[in-house]
């Protein structure tokens, strides 16, 4: 017997970065700190609560989380948001799948530049998108003559630009955010005779890591219908296992992603758990404050070393070059820590740890670059 699977699908693998059980993992970029007590104390208590009501159906439009998500972003970023202008989601990753839902699809392309995040073009063959990627600079930086020449050629109904991006770390200016976003006004598909506008994503998981001074996408959304700015509270809260993402936009596109939404997607505990650690939003933000610190106290230690250390702007260092990476991999899974290799040929991405971790991680690797 054969199953009708999709015939794009048949040579595919599931994504997934290795989890193997070693003593220090720095491969996903996970923030290193455990939420405190207090903090798995409250979330614990919130779904208490939630669950006497498991009888009934969650919040379908979650508009107590929408609402506090605003509350937040209006301090981390300085930006106030409608609520009615956000919308959360099982992580990001749904949060994509949504807006390609809604404007991806056949004969639609999603666009971006490499090095960027690898699941883009599995969102995209999910949703039967075409997938096409354009290039950044050798120092992985945007090349915004090139990204103007292959948006105004492909006319991609979507593009993602990641920043921070993942896995170089780098940010985007918001300079670069606005001619983009200015671009992207009337670059859209030709749909009943009518030209349409690109929805252009700024992808800012990492966001809270960026450094003093560099501006939210959040900042430009009043001026784009067409933005669309993703966040998720796996990163910066420390919150991977809750698996809640967010994005803001303008009511058109909120409206848009509701109609292929399904019914009651974010459980009643995933929302009552997102609203126990938004109330402790203050105490991690002060654990990101550290691995800022951390983040920029490794570029520089690798640096002196006399690697080449990708600027970063989130809680990962892309770093290299080697002639024989995987060697450099799996010396260093030999000595119990766990990187990953991603990225252009010859370069590592390394999270950052803990205080302990990072130094083992540094420890470790001198070794293995001096044995070689």
Known sequence: MTLPLRPELRAVEPYGAPQLDVPICLNVN?????????????????????????????????MTLRSTLAD???????????PQRIWA??????????ILQAYGGHGRTLMSF????????????????????????????????????????VRPSVLVLTSPNNPTGTALTIEEIRQVAQLTRTTGPVIDGEQTATVFVV??????????????ALSLLDDYDHLVVTRTMSKAFGAAGLR??????????????????????????????????????????????????????????LRTEGFKAAPSDANFVLFGRFNDRQRVFDELLKRGILIRVVGPEGWLRVSVGTDEEDEAFRTALK?????D
Do not use: C
Request: zero cysteines.
């Open 203 to 216: 992808d800012e998981a990492y966001g809270e890591f960026r450094r003093e001074g560099t501006p939210s």
């Open 30 to 62: 996970e923030n290193p700190y455990a939420p405190s007590a207090a903090v798995v104390d409250d979330i614990a208590q919130a779904v208490r609560r939630a669950a006497t009501g498991l009888n009934r159906y969650p919040d379908r439009d979650a």
């Open 244 to 301: 809640l993402g967010y994005l803001a936009a303008s009511h058109e596109v909120i409206a848009d992603v509701m109609k292929v939404r399904l019914p009651y997607h974010l459980s009643a505990i995933t929302q009552a758990a997102a609203l126990a650690a938004l109330s402790h939003a203050d105490e991690l933000m002060s654990q990101v404050a550290h691995v800022r610190s951390t983040r920029d106290s490794l570029v520089e230690w």
């Open 367 to 371: 070794e293995v670059v001096t044995n």
């Open 114 to 153: 490499a090095p960027t995040y690898s699941m883009y073009h599995e969102y995209a063959r999910d949703t039967g998108t075409q997938w096409v990627a354009g290039h950044r600079k050798d120092d992985f930086t945007l090349d915004l003559d090139h990204v103007r020449a292959l948006v105004t050629k």
């Open 72 to 82: 937040y972003l209006a301090r981390e970023s300085n930006v106030r948001i409608e």
């Open 89 to 98: 989601a099982n992580g990001s990753n749904e949060v994509m799948l949504h």
